[in-house]
């Protein structure tokens, strides 16, 4: 069982360039979600979905889209990279909606030259 | 909105001492409320959680009670092993079907000495 899946796990990119983080889940969750992870920040939610075909914004959504067109998939789109989002990016899920225990990946170590 | 605040760390203990590390809330209604570890090179996993008033979460040997008048979750475990170094996040999410977001606090590091 894979669980939760995140690729790339590293990457580095230059100031306005565009990349996709792929967030994959075999497990069949309805809920899944985006945080980043900053020295002294914790983790700040990005974006979330509770479901095929619906997303909202988090805590820190600016500078990052979400699509869930499928319950498996929940790519995070960085339009034009910015150094602010050098970070570690986590993708989590949940069967039981935001009471649910989260499931993460392993995370996306990206930083933004 | 929703908010959680946690004691900041690092906390450095020894080996068998006795381990509080604090939460507290902000939150309309009544919220679930979590504890999950982080530890080195890894994602997060669920330690514990619990979703109503006087509930008590527990795993591992530790332990958190649902605190409503003191909007509190704070964590406790009796004698700590070097094996909970780690950095430990509180969470908290809801009430259901008013917020869906899953919010954390800054995480506390840990650090258990020999």
């Known amino acids: 069982n894979a669980g939760v899946t995140q690729t790339p796990k590293f990457q580095v990119l230059k100031t306005g360039q565009s990349m996709t983080l792929q967030c994959a889940q075999d497990m069949n969750h309805e809920y899944m979600s985006w945080y980043r992870q900053d020295p002294g920040m914790g983790l700040r939610l990005i974006h979330y979905s509770v479901g095929a075909g619906i997303t909202d914004q988090g805590e820190v959504p600016n500078g990052y889209n979400v699509s869930r067109s499928t319950t498996e998939d929940f790519p995070l789109r960085l339009l034009s990279a910015a150094p602010s989002q050098t970070s570690v990016y986590f993708c989590?899920?949940?069967?039981?909606?935001?009471?649910?225990?989260?499931?993460f990946g392993e995370g996306s170590r990206l930083t933004v030259l | 909105g929703n908010s959680v605040t946690q004691m900041e760390g690092p906390v450095t203990l020894s080996e068998e001492a006795f381990l509080t590390i604090n939460c507290t809330y902000t939150?309309?209604?009544?919220?679930?409320l979590f504890w999950y570890v982080q530890y080195p090179g890894e994602g997060l996993q669920l330690l514990l959680k619990?979703?109503?008033?006087?509930d008590k979460g527990s795993n591992k040997g530790f332990e958190a009670t649902y605190r409503k008048e003191t909007t509190s979750f704070h964590l406790e475990k009796g004698s700590v092993q070097v094996s909970d170094s780690a950095v430990y996040f509180c969470?908290?999410?809801?009430?259901?079907?008013?917020?869906?977001?899953?919010?954390f606090g800054k995480g506390t590091r840990l650090h258990i000495l020999p």
């Open positions: 969470a908290l999410s809801g009430p259901v079907n008013r917020d869906d977001k899953i919010i």
């Open positions: 989590a899920s949940s069967l039981g909606g935001s009471t649910g225990e989260l499931f």
């Open positions: 619990a979703t109503k008033a006087d």
């Open positions: 939150a309309t209604g009544y919220p679930s």
